[in-house]
């Protein structure tokens, strides 16, 4: 080391022993529904020495600052449910994984606050369905469906009380080649808006649907079809079949073989 130049030898030197970059402090210095990457060190980081990131956790919490529960808002809505952030499988084999690491600091008299909190937020996260199961959140779930000479309209619909909407939807007729996907939407007044996407013969679409809430039941408005650079619009909407407020459990098979993942928008 003493033949090797003075300027490089002060560079290898503050390279070696300077301070290493913290992925709290640059997540914090991020604070935006957008830091993902910045989220995923940190969770890297915890997964690898979680008791430093719970201390580092808790001390945020003691100087009232939110970003311990921005973080958790961040990796459970747009890494654990997200299907664009690894198959199913990894995601849910992601969240056990978390869970079980934060679940070792229970009765850590210092820090076991923080693990409660990783706990209570990650594993609410149904990823299987895209849903976080919050019980602070009031949601609905109803099923509808409409039969006629073998033909069947089924959808399962989740209402949150912001008026956002998700379910499944699908058109069997008999003896014809149907429809079978998720929707995404709004409820406004007696006005059900929603997008449709599915495969059909190896290809993916989007189509609108419309339904109007009559009592109990859901009216599908219907038309002719327009293609509008892949999505499918309705125009001249006209009442058509009257969806019928029905038993959820005869229609997990619909949910069983939607693949959720492959249709996310």
């Not at 693990?115 to 594993?123: D, K």
Request: net charge negative.
């Amino acid at each position: 080391m003493k033949n090797l130049p003075l300027l490089f030898t002060l560079l290898f030197f503050s390279q070696c022993s300077g301070p290493k970059s913290d992925s709290w402090e640059t997540f914090k210095s991020c604070a935006s529904n957008d830091c993902v990457k910045e989220a995923i060190v940190v969770k890297d980081d915890f997964l690898k020495d979680p008791e430093k990131l719970l201390s580092q956790f808790q001390t945020t919490y003691e100087n009232g600052e939110d970003h311990v529960l921005g973080w958790l808002f961040i990796l459970r809505d747009s890494v654990l449910i997200n299907p664009k952030m690894g198959t199913q499988a990894e995601r849910l084999a992601l969240q056990k994984k978390l869970l079980e690491t934060a679940s070792l600091f229970l009765n850590n008299t210092k820090v076991h606050e923080m693990a409660e909190s990783v706990i209570n937020e990650l594993q609410i996260a149904d990823i299987k369905t895209g849903i976080i199961n919050d019980p602070t959140i009031t949601a609905t779930v109803n099923c509808f469906q409409f039969t006629f000479h073998g033909d069947t309209t089924s959808c399962r619909i989740s209402l949150g009380t912001n008026g956002v909407v998700s379910g499944y939807y699908a058109w069997l007729p008999d003896g014809k080649d149907g429809t079978m996907g998720i929707l995404k939407g709004k409820l406004s007044g007696d006005t059900l808006i929603v997008d449709h996407r599915f495969l059909q013969e190896g290809e993916y679409f989007t189509e609108s649907l419309i339904f109007l809430k009559k009592e109990y039941n859901l009216v599908q408005l219907v038309s002719e079809n327009f293609d509008q650079q892949g999505r499918m619009i309705l125009i001249n909407l006209r009442p058509g079949d009257v969806l019928i407020d029905t038993d959820c459990n005869r229609l997990e098979a619909l949910v069983k073989y939607i693949d959720e993942e492959k249709l996310s928008f």
